[in-house]
């Protein structure tokens, strides 16, 4: 039976704290909750809206993955939901851990990494989850002054490429760019001064592009370690290229 003490226990995860407290995050939205059960991730708890389920067969599925589920009233998924109009369905899951994901990285032939320092914007780090999902880049590292990858607009945002390759967040990126370059990995930093056009570069096979945010771009004690500065010609008037569109671009040119 859905209690109020459950529905406090999960609207408390809508805060970081809680979240790093527990190990745990929400997921919101039938399609996330389908890429995550294909995905085989571990789920918790699901609470659904008896009247929006999209389908029965999905829901079936999702009832057989998850360790416990609760239908539940509109306005009792309206109480714990992070949007404006709840999706019908939300789930608690525990965070995704990585361990060894970098060090396996390091021992391959071919390997693209994306970097991100500085990424404030949610709906921006979840759009470059979901891109480097698309170009199949192998691991996507996000530093310490950057969002929380579990924040409930991240994680709606990615629309469950977050399921899909590893996203590790919370990291020292002088730390791990100095390791990436001891493994003689190329490192290359989008910037938009003192850097060679993207069309003249030949990527390596051992690649790591760092992309920083809109706002004020790399940080330069992170530029300062980087083999190449990179840029993305600019044929119009606007001030600035979203950080999702440059991180999509890049990939594009090294992939196709």
């Avoid at 790591?208 to 190449?228: R, T």
Wanted: glycine content about 6%; proline content about 3%.
């Amino acid at each position: 039976m859905l209690t109020k003490q459950k529905l406090s226990s999960i609207k408390r995860l809508l805060q970081k704290k809680n979240r790093e407290e527990e190990g745990m995050f929400i997921l919101e939205g039938w399609k996330s909750l389908e890429e995550a059960v294909n995905a085989g991730v571990e789920i918790n708890t699901i609470i659904y809206d008896a009247q929006k389920v999209e389908s029965a067969k999905l829901l079936l599925k999702l009832e057989r993955s998850a360790k416990e589920v609760f239908a539940a009233k509109t306005k009792e998924l309206e109480s714990i939901s992070d949007t404006v109009n709840a999706q019908g369905i939300i789930a608690v899951l525990p965070k995704r851990p990585h361990t060894g994901t970098v060090e396996s990285l390091f021992k391959q032939q071919t390997s693209l990494i994306v970097v991100l320092d500085g990424m404030n914007d949610p709906g921006n780090l979840g759009t470059i989850i979901r891109t480097c999902d698309w170009f199949g880049a192998d691991a996507l590292v996000i530093g310490q002054n950057s969002v929380e990858v579990y924040n409930p607009k991240v994680v709606r945002a990615s629309m469950g490429s977050l399921f899909h390759l590893p996203v590790i967040d919370e990291v020292d990126l002088t730390g791990f760019i100095t390791a990436c370059r001891k493994e003689k990995m190329s490192i290359y930093s989008s910037e938009l001064s003192n850097s060679v056009d993207i069309r003249t570069v030949s990527f390596s096979k051992r690649s790591v592009i760092i992309i920083g945010s809109e706002s004020h771009g790399v940080s330069p004690e992170i530029a300062a370690l980087a083999d190449k500065k990179i840029f993305i010609p600019q044929f119009g008037k606007a001030e600035s290229l979203n950080a999702a569109m440059a991180c999509g671009i890049i990939l594009s040119h090294i992939k196709l």
